[in-house]
């Protein structure tokens, strides 16, 4: 399996520079996000040794332990060792507990552990919140968490040995002005390429590994989409079935103009309180990324939230082409055909739409959207993709952001929804497939600049 550079590897340094061995760090993501993988390269290159324990298959001595013998950790780490067959030393040794929600004991245990002082921790895994999952047990108040995302642009182009054009981004961003043409049309291709692939890095091994085939990357991410349909069928029974529904018929909310999840579409007598849980295990296995409607756009998206309204995102655009498409769609050729020569007629602006909200995810944006219904007309209005925050606490502004798959396009709605709210916006994006430029007080991003923001 290649090893790729990964942005949260200095997150993981400053975390063991500065906690010194006060605090656990728990990494969440969703399976196959590479978690495992930067953990373990994190620990043989910064630890003298360390210890990974995978609560999906660890033996019952190892789960004993943490049952029967945390009053005296003397023994406990005797016996840790002796049935690993590591040896740990005091401050240079790193115990890994990979998966930790299959095992929620080890997970309280992290407090005792941490408080003895003796190592570091570093605990992985997905549906970190679900009920099952920490029912019965005390939550350590030692414990740091980060997110893991699937690679992003930047990392992409890091794995295909582009890393001056990534810099040369950057560096347009910073100064507010556009690629170069030759520069600008390769970095199309090279999102193009991204959009399809995804940044599952099995998805990309497979893609780098047999000449940058598609086909390959393919199925890799089929993998990955039939071991999440395995999770969802471990999950509660109460709502496992509502999970699954949504799940399937993800492609087809995103394919419609306002991509909202219409839940008559699902379940006749569907109403969002009995969906409730169903949106929490999607969003906390960070399979989706969910971004909800913001009714009043004003200080703290938060407060003005309507939960009844969702839209429900793929946490990756790689496997969403993948859930979307059949294997016989696909084998030809054609779709990617089309995706690289801008001649998808359908769906483009749905990929484009959720590769913009995992670029902002992947840089711990919440996400929120903002429709207005006109009565006299009966329908909506204005309809603002995305609502972001500058994230200032003493001049707290907006930033709408809309996303236009297509070279030609109008920006009515948006327009007005500047002339509505025009002294709350200190910023206002337009996310396209041209180059950048700045009209009317309107920054106008080529998509590959999306994770700029």
Same mark, same amino acid.
């Given at each position: 399996?290649? *090893? ?9 340094? %400053? ?12 990494i969440e993501g969703a399976r196959r996000v590479g978690k495992s993988t930067i953990v373990e390269e994190f620990a043989k290159a910064e630890y003298k040794n360390y210890i990974l324990i995978n609560f999906t298959d660890a033996s019952t ?10 009053? !005296?950790? !003397?023994?406990?780490?005797? *016996? ?39 190592? !570091? ?19 350590? %108040?030692?414990?740091? @968490?980060?997110?893991?995302? /699937? #690679? ?34 390769? +970095? #199309? ?13 099995? @998805? ?49 909310? *995103? ?22 849980? +169903? ?5 906390? %296995? ?8 913001? $009714?009043? /756009? ?15 995102? #793929?946490?990756?655009?790689? *496997? ?5 498409? $059949? ?22 602006? #749905? ?42 606490? $003493?001049?707290?502004?907006?930033? /709408?952001?809309?996303?236009? %798959? ?19 916006? @200190? ?12 009209? !009317?007080?309107? $920054? ?10």
């Amino acid at each position: 399996m290649m *090893l790729f550079k990964r942005k949260i590897y200095s997150q993981l340094l %400053s975390w063991k520079n500065q906690s010194n061995g006060k605090t656990a760090l728990l990494i969440e993501g969703a399976r196959r996000v590479g978690k495992s993988t930067i953990v373990e390269e994190f620990a043989k290159a910064e630890y003298k040794n360390y210890i990974l324990i995978n609560f999906t298959d660890a033996s019952t001595k190892i789960k004993n332990l943490f049952r029967n013998h945390l009053d !005296d950790l !003397d023994v406990f780490f005797q *016996l840790l060792q002796i049935e690993t067959g590591v040896r740990l030393e005091a401050r240079k040794s790193l115990v890994i507990f990979d998966e930790v929600q299959r095992f929620p004991i080890a997970r309280e245990a992290v407090k005792t552990l941490v408080a003895d002082g003796r190592y !570091d921790y570093i605990e992985t895994g997905s549906l970190i919140s679900i009920n099952e999952n920490v029912e019965g047990i005390l939550i350590p %108040s030692e414990e740091k @968490s980060i997110c893991m995302y /699937p #690679m992003d642009f930047d990392e992409f182009l890091e794995a295909n040995g582009e890393t001056p054009l990534s810099e040369y981004i950057h560096d347009c961003f910073d100064k507010k002005e556009a690629l170069d043409d030759d520069s600008h049309k390769k +970095a #199309m291709l090279l999102i193009k390429q991204y959009m399809i692939v995804g940044g599952m890095p099995q @998805s990309v091994a497979a893609y780098l590994e047999n000449s940058k085939d598609f086909l390959a990357s393919d199925t890799a991410k089929r993998a990955i989409l039939e071991l999440y349909r395995k999770d969802i069928s471990k999950a509660e029974k109460k709502y496992r079935s509502k999970v699954l529904a949504l799940y399937t018929q993800l492609p087809g909310f *995103l394919s419609k103009h306002e991509k909202k999840i219409v839940l008559n579409d699902v379940d006749k007598n569907g109403r969002y309180v009995g969906y409730s849980d +169903a949106f929490f295990w999607l969003g906390d %296995s960070m399979i989706t990324n969910l971004c909800t409607a913001c $009714t009043d /756009p004003n200080v703290g998206l938060a407060l003005n939230e309507d939960s009844t309204q969702i839209k429900c995102y #793929m946490g990756d655009t790689g *496997l969403l082409l993948s859930h979307t498409f $059949t294997p016989e769609e696909i084998e030809n050729g054609e779709l990617y055909k089309e995706i690289l020569h801008d001649r998808l007629s359908i769906n483009e602006g #749905m990929f484009f739409e959720n590769l913009v909200a995992q670029s902002f995810r992947s840089k711990n944006h919440e996400l929120y959207f903002y429709t207005h219904y006109n009565l006299e007309a009966h329908r909506n209005d204005i309809e603002i993709d995305f609502l972001l925050s500058n994230g200032s606490k $003493t001049n707290f502004k907006i930033e /709408p952001v809309e996303v236009k %798959s297509s070279k030609n396009y109008t920006t009515t709605s948006f327009t007005e929804f500047k002339k509505r709210f025009g002294k709350r916006i @200190s910023n206002a994006y337009v996310i396209h497939p041209k180059a950048f430029k700045i009209e !009317d007080g309107v $920054t106008y991003l080529p998509i590959y600049m999306a994770g700029c923001l």
